[in-house]
């Protein structure tokens, strides 16, 4: 009896507890399915402005852009790593802080050349807040961040060490030879140079990131969560020679110094492709030195003078009117037209047509045109249209200005206007248009447009190539042409381009001294130009020199001032034992290039297999396998010599990773 009531007891115990459960179980329940019904009754929205928009944000994450390149694979500007450091004192352990602290300082003390006690000061007080997101420097470069990367403390990582990393790219200039008007700049905001119009190509597409929030301030990049990864921006290469862009550099900056000029240009275009082997503009600053900031080649229209003559004359040669037989007499070098005088620098006397370029003579040019132009100046002016001198050039580079010329639908046309063209004047070209035209004339009568991108490239492979595009595919008759080249010839072998004659080369060219702002009181303004081919036979270059507000002093004719740049240029690109120019004389010495980054090429991890990184450079490869979540370990600078774990190894996030480099 007594062990029934015993069992009676446990069974009314048991069902009591098991009654309790169900009804737990059951509250449990209802507390969900209530759960279920707030969740969807409640503004989600309202939760997420309320906590995660003001507490986390998607930022981006840029992409770097493209290296800009020589046609010789010299860089001419890239875009360099830079490191920002912050520090997360709240994630800082305190015995390591106390027990590492005074290394640390000492440490930072000799590297930025501050008082330890500066560094010792800040800190205690950051750590008393407990700041998440501390500034210790920004705009590291690689050898730097990894040097304060082992120092005490930091070297226990982000998570014990409280030491953040964001890196950040900026964009540099390699070479003092080819400045910023040149090169340019795309800010987002202003495009302009080689940088502007490639920049379609270069720009990659930004990635993005989250950040969370630390204060009103400040946003800590959450670095393992990146929404979407950037793509780096393809490679330009360029149609310029760092040799020949070093020439023309060089040539026109002793120039502009000798004759104390203002500015100066040269345009050096290889004859058979139309590519811009050389491009320099320079202008003098306040402290008397030569830069190269604005692109007078492009953004500058200017009358020509003398150098127009070539154009002009070319129009009555392809019509016929003129030949080697024609002469024309200018008299004592004077002469009024519709009651404008014209002059000439150069004696007088009957000239024939060589003669009239030889000596460039206005009387003789303004005369012939004159004489078949002037009661239908529109079939001389169709000419200038034929040959694209009326439209503004179609080319990569922003900026490039649209010819004015008058024609007789303008207001300013009168009597003597057509006189004036002629001898360059009542018109305004800029420099690259009438280098274009010249290399024409050099090339045989086929006009090419003038090209500054030679390939694209991305990961090492061409995805494009430029091909030169024909213009105008006969600017003239063959005879008109050789009547040119022949008259160009002899201006420099007996005319105004006499002094830069040498039986070594033959150069075929034409001077130019034009004046401007003559309509302003004060002393005379002198442009002076020199416009040519070389050799004379067989062109392989054209090349347009113009120097402009030369001391009048020393001289201010083309045959003296311009015309010697010229030939510098011809002797040392043509003649056969060129002036050798190392690449570190060109590297400008603000910018160490052995610090570049090379064509970075991108690191993956497939199916968790160890890549080859044997022979890349180290600075490039170590960062990525950081980013990707591994610990690398290494030995030396330069380029990596072995690797462990070998490639193909199944390696795991945090795996510890040992590069040896080269020394």
């Known amino acids: 009896m007594q062990k029934q009531n015993e069992y009676d007891n446990k069974r009314k115990k048991t069902l009591r507890w098991g009654y309790l459960f169900a009804v737990g179980v059951l509250c449990v329940f209802v507390m969900f399915l209530a759960r279920i019904v707030i969740l969807q009754n409640t503004n989600v929205q309202e939760i997420k402005d ?23 694979g010299s860089i001419l500007a890239t875009t360099v790593m830079r490191y920002d450091i912050y520090l997360d004192f709240k994630t800082m352990k305190d015995t390591i802080y106390s027990n590492n602290i005074g290394a640390l300082t000492d440490s930072l003390s000799k590297m930025f050349g501050k008082p330890r006690t500066e560094f010792r000061k800040k800190f205690d007080e950051q750590k008393r807040k407990k700041n998440q997101y501390y500034t210790l420097v920004k705009g590291l470069d690689f050898d730097q961040y990894d040097r304060i990367r082992n120092f005490p403390i930091f070297k226990k990582g982000k998570n014990k060490g409280g030491f953040i990393v964001d890196r950040n790219y900026k964009r540099e200039l390699a070479t003092s030879e080819i400045g910023a008007g040149t090169i340019g700049i795309d800010n987002g905001e202003v495009k302009a140079g080689l940088e502007g119009a490639f920049s379609k190509y270069l720009t990659g597409t930004d990635g993005k990131r989250l950040e969370q929030r630390i204060n009103s301030s400040q946003w800590k990049p959450i670095d393992y969560w990146k929404v979407k990864e950037p793509v780096d921006g393809e490679d330009v290469y360029t149609t310029l020679d760092l040799r020949i862009q070093d020439i ?45 900031s604005y692109n007078y080649a492009l953004k500058d229209n200017i009358e020509p003078g003398s150098t127009f003559k070539t154009i002009s004359l070319l129009a009555a040669m392809d019509d016929g009117f003129i030949d080697e037989n024609t002469t024309v007499n200018v008299g004592g070098g004077v002469w009024t037209y519709a009651k404008q005088r014209i002059s000439d620098g150069h004696g007088g006397g009957t000239y024939d047509i060589s003669d009239v370029l030889a000596k460039s003579s206005n009387v003789g040019t303004a005369k012939l045109i004159t ?3 002037a009661d239908k100046p529109q079939i001389f002016l169709d000419h200038l249209k034929r040959w694209k001198l009326f439209d503004k050039m179609d080319i990569e580079l922003p900026g ?53 991108i030679d390939k694209i490239m991305k990961d090492g492979k061409v995805i494009y190539s430029a091909k030169p595009e024909v213009m105008v595919n006969k600017m003239a008759s063959e005879k008109a042409i050789k009547m040119m ?17 040498t039986p070594n080369l033959k150069m075929a060219g034409k001077t130019g001294t034009a004046r401007f702002e003559y309509w302003l009181p004060g002393p005379m303004k002198y442009r002076a130009s020199f416009a040519g081919f070389y050799p004379a036979d067989h062109p392989k270059y054209t090349c347009y020199v113009m120097i402009s507000e030369p001391n009048t002093a020393k001289g201010f004719y083309g045959g003296s001032v311009s015309a010697p740049v010229f030939k510098e240029i011809a002797g040392k690109t043509f003649l056969k034992t060129p002036q050798n120019i190392e690449k570190e004389m060109l590297v ?55 690797q462990f774990p070998l490639e193909g190894t199944i390696i795991s996030k945090n795996q510890r990773i040992y590069l040896s480099l080269q020394n």
């Open 588 to 642: 400008d010495r603000k910018v160490n290039l052995n610090k570049m980054v090379e064509p970075n090429i991108k690191i993956a991890v497939n199916n968790k297999q160890m890549p080859s990184v044997v022979g890349l450079i180290g600075k490039n490869v170590i960062p990525q396998l950081e980013n990707l979540g591994y610990r690398v370990d290494y030995k030396g600078v330069g380029r990596i010599k072995e």
């Open 371 to 373: 004489k078949y132009y």
């Open 400 to 452: 490039i200005t649209k010819p004015k010329i008058v024609t007789p639908q303008n207001k300013r046309w009168n009597a003597a206007t057509l006189a004036s063209i002629s001898y360059g004047y009542s018109s305004n070209i800029n420099l690259l248009q009438l280098t274009t035209f010249y290399n024409g004339v050099a090339n045989g009568g086929k006009m090419l447009k003038p090209l500054f």
């Open 485 to 501: 080249t022949s008259a160009l010839t002899k201006a420099v072998e007996k005319g105004t381009g006499r002094s830069i004659f």
């Open 248 to 292: 023309a550099h060089s040539a026109l900056e002793k120039q502009l110094i000798n004759f104390e000029a203002k500015h100066g240009t040269v345009i050096v275009m290889e004859t058979e492709t139309g590519k811009v082997k050389a491009l320099v503009n320079l202008r003098r600053t306040e402290d008397g030195e030569y830069e190269d």
């Open 50 to 72: 309320d906590y995660i928009n003001k507490n986390y944000r998607e930022a981006t994450l840029k992409a770097a852009r493209g290296n800009l390149f020589a046609s010789d």
